[in-house]
Every structure is written in C-alpha cells, then in structure tokens.
C-alpha cells in the first residue's frame, strides 16, 4: 500500500461508559455509553517501562511494557452530571460531596480523532478510573478569557485477555483507523461496543 500523509485536525465524539464486568467467566462488559459533549482536547500519555541488557560490552537485550496510561481530558464545562458519576462523589439531591473514601467506578472511555483526509480513528481506553478535578477560576476583567475545566484518569490493563494468534494479553487501549483497507464499517449506533470487544472466554 502507497504510503500517505495526513494531519489530524480535531478531536470528538467522547464517550464513557461504566464497567460491569472483567473477568475469566464473563469477559470485559460496559454499560450503555453515556456521551461527554464539550471535548477541547484529549491528552493521551502511555507509561512506558524500558530495560536494556548489556553483554560483551554492548546492548544486547531490550524490553519495554506498558504500565499505566494517564488521560487529561479538557472539557468546555465539567458538568456535576458527570463528574459526580466518574469520580464517585456522593449525591444528595443538587448536592454533590467530595468525601475522604470517594470510590470512583471503573470505565471505558471512546472518542474520534479526525484527519484532514476526511478519515477518522476511533480510539477506546478499556479499563480506568477517574479523578477529582481541580478548579481553578479568576475574576472577569475587560479582556474575554474563557475558563475550561480539565480532568484526568489513569488507566491500567483489563483482566480479560485478549487472544491473538497464540499470545494472550491484557489490553489497555485500543484504536482502528477508517483509512485502513482492513477497516469495516459497523455503524455509528454501536461503535463504543465494536471497538474492540474483548471475547468472553469459552468454557
């Protein structure tokens, strides 16, 4: 295939969605996506564990895994809704209550990025768990500056294992690109649930 060029040129389409199960006996499930409107910007930032083995004076191994990876998330406005839900807040009513014993659930999240060829990657971090977001605000003055919000997570390995040819692996994102020749359309109704859903084992 002929090697082609092409910038990203936004981001969207974020979704979440709570996790119900992720194991051996019923495999990696979710609840119904829940969508996240007013996305800015997505950070994505993979922890990489790297070490080399020297012999006869020069590198003669090296390995590296994935441990964590960290998502920063700007948003428009951090609407209570969902914040309160992603990080576990307790709900009295309006009221929310950030407590010391917070349990933020398990989640995957979805989202689009865009390309200036009119292609897209849809992209799914599988298993993670958000944080309380801090707030930062100042005074209005004569010029207009828009305050966002930002919110982070961290997402690490599901404990279903994906299988692939004859490797078993924990799986920490997924992403397909609609450019690529292998790519086929599932439509936009299940695309959180098409991408990618990790088998149940077989009994």
Known sequence: MAKTTKVRTGVEGLYYAKILSDDDTSGLTYEAPVAIPGLITMNVNPN??????YADNKAAVTYSSV????????????????????TGREIDGATHFVTNINSAPYVGIM??????????????LMKGKFKEPSHNSETQNDSVNFQTGTIMAEFIATSSKLTIGSSEKSVLMASIDTGNDNFVDLGTNNWFDALYPIPVPSV
């Open 111 to 124: 989202y689009k990025q865009t390309y200036d060829d009119g292609s897209e990657s849809y992209v799914r």
């Open 48 to 53: 990489t564990n790297s070490a080399t083995l």
């Open 67 to 86: 441990g964590t990876i960290e998502v920063e998330i700007e948003l428009d406005y951090l609407a209570d809704e969902v914040i309160g839900v992603l």
